[in-house]
């Protein structure tokens, strides 16, 4: 019998005014990839976000040190902000199964995945070997097609900002229709104090992971392991 669990990620999400301006957006480009015969899986703008760490599966009881573990990672750190603009692929444009659009300026928003991620190795989970690459996701192909001229008119456009005050630990359930997302915890974001993490909170105890979890192929920011972004080819 299967242990009880939940598959995870821990993202930002996007201001209002960007979700609607990647979502208008969006529908220029399903109508030229309609044109060019192009079949790709939008996903709704009330879903856009930018993935700081992807967990995958784990254990109900291990949740709670999750978020345990989240609030201590965020704990001093003051709110931020970035910009969403221009569109990319993964792994290129040419051989695309991932629209996305970047994020500009995101170096405050790296400091806090580094940290979100030493939390989350500390806790048992293994350590990601890609470069943080934040984008948001959207949409996804069935298969790998050439995509540039689809989004050629839009490659360099400004989405908008973001003021970010929190970040979400997500539940991630996939259904025939794709991936629904629901909160499960809110880390706020509060310049308290600039202190280091203290001695207990440094001490959260390990997860214990399951010993076999489901194999996962792919991630919900929608860049699939074992790839990575291609500066030659990305817009």
Known sequence: MREQGKRLFIGARISVATANALGGAAETLARRARDAGVDLRWIPPMSYHVTLRFLG???AE???AVRDALDAAAAGIAPLSFRTARLG???????ATVLWAGVEAPGSLADLARRVEAACVHLG???????????????????PRAVREVVLPLAEQMFGDTALDAIT???SETKSSGSVYRELHKIRLESRSNSPISGPERQTPP???ASKPPVEPDTDDGWPRGQGANPDHDV
């Open 57 to 59: 599966w784990t254990r």
């Open 62 to 64: 291990a949740i709670g």
């Open 89 to 95: 692929a993964f792994a290129s444009l040419e051989r």
């Open 125 to 143: 989970y293994p350590g990601e070997r890609r470069p943080f690459h934040p984008h948001v996701t959207l949409g996804r192909l069935r298969e």
């Open 169 to 171: 630990l997500f539940e």
């Open 207 to 209: 997860v214990q992971l």
